[in-house]
């Protein structure tokens, strides 16, 4: 028999995953805060459930895709937390954004009575989500992603398991530190070539023939250069995201001045009014900043 599933928090990525979930054949109930966002998948075959203990109870798997640490901290352990009333044996597979201690921690609280979590971000964004295509990076036991894996299959194309509890959102942190401090310097970079009336669009080709070749320079550099700042990935969620990287390094007493650096900008770039824009934006930020 399949495994039953539930998934909780059906926005942005949640309703995609939870589609793709429904689609490959798992029994299936869905709960969101706000119900109407149920409804799509319950045309699909899900059962829509009233509250997340109801959609949780005797699940074998508990999909995740909250927004932040506290979310995901509350609907586990808070007044109305689900923990208790998860059968034995269950895995939550939390695949929001979060912070890694707090990860390894509710991983530890719930490994105390017979239940395992998996973090399990992803990347990939909306289209990802509804194409079943997102790469997910886990962090937890073996066993656990062994019994969740048919269900996490129906939603990640790549899935990598990095090691131990915390260790997926530790890599989800990694790769957005990596992503911004890159775009970071070809925004500077970028406003360096205005300056000096030098074709931004021929230095990124030399750029791409040595070793600052990365995503970013073909990619984003691109983007910028271009004008085109519809989303794509947010500002105001690599604010967050950042937000999250900086905390976490910060609690784990990381020096961490590339990341602090990142925050202000990322925090600049929503506070100038383009959260809503694709955040390769930073760009446009630098140059407005820049006294000319
Ligand atoms: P979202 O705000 O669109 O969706 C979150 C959903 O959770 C909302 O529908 C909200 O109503 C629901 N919710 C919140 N608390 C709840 C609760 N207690 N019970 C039931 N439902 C609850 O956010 P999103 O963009 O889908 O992102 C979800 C997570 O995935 C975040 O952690 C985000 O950082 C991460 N993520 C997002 C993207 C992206 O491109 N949007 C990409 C990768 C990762």
């Given at each position: 028999p399949k495994l039953s599933?539930?998934?909780?928090?059906?926005?942005?990525?949640?309703?995609?995953i939870a589609s793709n979930i429904v689609r490959s054949g798992f029994p299936t109930r869905v709960h969101n805060r706000s119900p109407?966002?149920?409804?799509?998948?319950?045309a699909l075959g899900a059962v829509?459930?009233?509250?997340?203990?109801?959609?949780?109870?005797?699940?074998?798997?508990?999909v995740l895709s909250l927004p932040a640490t506290r979310d995901v901290e509350a609907l586990l352990f808070g007044e109305a937390g689900i923990a208790g009333s998860l059968a034995p044996g269950v895995v939550v597979v939390d695949t929001s954004t979060i912070d890694a201690v707090a990860a390894r921690g509710m991983a530890e609280?719930?490994?105390?009575?017979?239940?395992?979590?998996?973090?399990?971000p992803v990347s990939g964004g909306q289209k990802g989500a509804a194409e079943g295509t997102l790469s997910c990076m886990i962090g937890g036991a073996d066993e656990a992603l062994a019994r969740a894996r048919p269900v996490i299959e129906a939603f990640?194309?790549?899935?990598?398991?990095?090691?131990?509890?915390?260790?997926?959102?530790?890599?989800?942190?990694?790769?957005?530190?990596?992503?911004?401090?890159?775009?970071a310097a070809v925004a500077e970079s970028?406003?360096?070539?205005?300056?000096?009336?030098?074709?931004?669009y021929r230095v990124r080709e030399a750029l791409l023939g040595g070793?600052?070749?990365?995503?970013?320079?073909?990619?984003?550099?691109?983007?910028?250069?271009?004008?085109?700042?519809?989303?794509?990935?947010?500002?105001?969620?690599?604010?967050?995201?950042?937000?999250?990287?900086?905390?976490?390094?910060?609690?784990?007493?990381?020096?961490?001045?590339?990341?602090?650096?990142?925050?202000?900008?990322?925090?600049?770039?929503?506070?100038?009014?383009?959260?809503?824009?694709?955040?390769?934006?930073?760009?446009?930020?630098?140059?407005?900043?820049?006294?000319?």
């Open positions: 599933v539930a998934c909780i928090g059906l926005g942005v990525m949640g309703a995609g109407e966002k149920a409804a799509a998948l319950s829509s459930a009233l509250s997340a203990a109801e959609a949780a109870a005797d699940a074998d798997v508990v609280r719930l490994a105390a009575s017979g239940r395992h979590m998996l973090d399990a990640a194309k790549t899935i990598v398991h990095v090691g131990a509890s915390g260790a997926g959102q530790v890599t989800k942190a990694c790769n957005q530190i990596c992503v911004a401090a890159s775009m970028v406003a360096l070539c205005g300056a000096m009336d030098v074709d931004a070793a600052a070749r990365s995503t970013v320079v073909e990619k984003h550099m691109q983007r910028l250069l271009d004008g085109d700042t519809a989303p794509g990935f947010r500002a105001v969620l690599m604010e967050k995201d950042i937000g999250i990287a900086l905390d976490t390094l910060r609690g784990l007493r990381v020096a961490s001045p590339v990341t602090a650096v990142l925050d202000q900008l990322m925090h600049g770039l929503v506070a100038s009014g383009r959260g809503d824009q694709d955040w390769c934006s930073l760009g446009h930020l630098i140059q407005e900043r820049s006294n000319r």
